[in-house]
């Protein structure tokens, strides 16, 4: 390690080394798998390259200041789109589509 940091010079910072290596998202205990467009893949691995964090390190760093911008408790629209104003079919709904296609279903097989 001295040999590394004689070749470093001024250069060599063992609290910003540590850091890249460890930080406070090291500990995890979930898992997300998330398909992303391949140009997003590669401004976030961009990113990461000019912060010094593995593309992983990077998503949870951006997932994490996005959270943190939103107030806590703070009221959000419902992820509705064109059906917010639809009302939400009840049970009854469901089972008369069910039968109604089941019938038709076996309208056919006879």
């Given amino acids: 390690m001295a040999d590394l940091a004689a070749q470093m010079g001024a250069r060599f910072d063992v609290d ?53 911008q939103e107030a806590p408790g703070q009221a959000r629209e419902p992820a509705l789109g064109l059906f917010a104003a639809a009302r939400l079919p009840s049970e009854e709904d469901f089972r008369e589509v069910r039968s109604a296609l089941w019938g038709r279903l076996g309208a056919r097989g006879e």
Avoid: G
């Fill in 16 to 68: 910003r080394v540590i850091k890249m290596f460890q930080n406070e998202y090291m500990p995890k205990d979930a898992t997300i798998t998330v398909r992303v467009p391949q140009e997003l893949k590669r401004r976030l691995a961009r990113r990461a390259k000019l912060e010094h964090r593995s593309i992983s390190a990077q998503v949870l760093q951006e997932l994490e200041r996005a959270v943190a």
